[in-house]
Every structure is written in structure tokens, then in C-alpha cells.
């Protein structure tokens, strides 16, 4: 891997914890459309940095979807792609927010075991840190 994808790839690592970690916060503040934005974000961050590092990049949200959909095939795992649309229906949620506090924290479990499998997938040379469980 080059030290640009490196960078990149560890560049959307740590976006992914910080909107995780801000999902809680405004989850706590029950701000359910922004947690789930920002549960949302936290999930395409991490794709996007297996997809860095895999030499990939992901200009749209078909690609990014598009490359779920592959990763799940090729790793015989079909509940990254059903756990992301679960994410991805998160986004959608921020625009008209039909969705309430409680409906986004059954949802966080799911995301943040989303974004440790696909960690799981990044080089261990990359520095990283887990996210903890809660």
C-alpha cells in the first residue's frame, strides 16, 4: 500500500470513530436525526477506508454501495451488506426524521459491530485501535 493510501485510509479511520462517538453524544441529547447521520457517517468512512486501502477509491454513494455489496461476496458475509442498508436507511432518516431516539439506539449495535468487522479488515500496521464495545 503507498503512503498516500495509507494516509487516506487511516484519514477515514479516524473519521469514522469521531462520528461514532459524536452519534452518542447527540444520541444522548436525543437528537435522533443527527445520531443517525452521524451513525450513517461512521459506517461509509469505514468503507471507504477498506476500500483505500484495497486501492479503491469511491466518488458516489452507488460505489460506495456497489463496493459493500462486492466486499460481502468475495468475504461470503452477507450481513455487511445487510447491515449497511440498515445504516444507510439512518441517512436517510436525517432529511425528514420520522424516526425517534429509541429507534436509533437499536440501531447502534448494529453499526458499531458494522465498522469493527470492517476494521477488522484494515492492516494492523494502520495503528489502530478497536472501537469498544458499550
Known sequence: ??????????????????????????????????????????????????????????????????????????LNDDTIKKDFLTAESLHHNFYEVQQEPIDIEIVVPIVRELVNKLFRLLPSEANRQPIPPQ
Do not use: C, P
Not at 36 to 43: A, T
Open 1 to 74: 500500500m503507498t503512503s498516500d493510501l495509507a494516509a487516506n485510509s487511516q484519514r477515514y479511520l479516524i473519521h469514522s470513530r469521531q462520528y461514532l462517538e459524536n452519534a452518542l453524544l447527540a444520541l444522548q441529547n436525543l437528537e435522533a436525526g443527527k445520531a443517525g447521520e452521524l451513525l450513517w457517517g461512521s459506517v461509509a468512512e469505514m468503507v471507504h477506508a477498506v476500500a483505500a486501502y484495497n486501492n479503491t477509491q469511491l466518488h458516489s454513494h452507488r460505489e460506495l454501495k456497489n463496493f459493500v455489496i462486492q466486499l460481502a461476496r468475495e
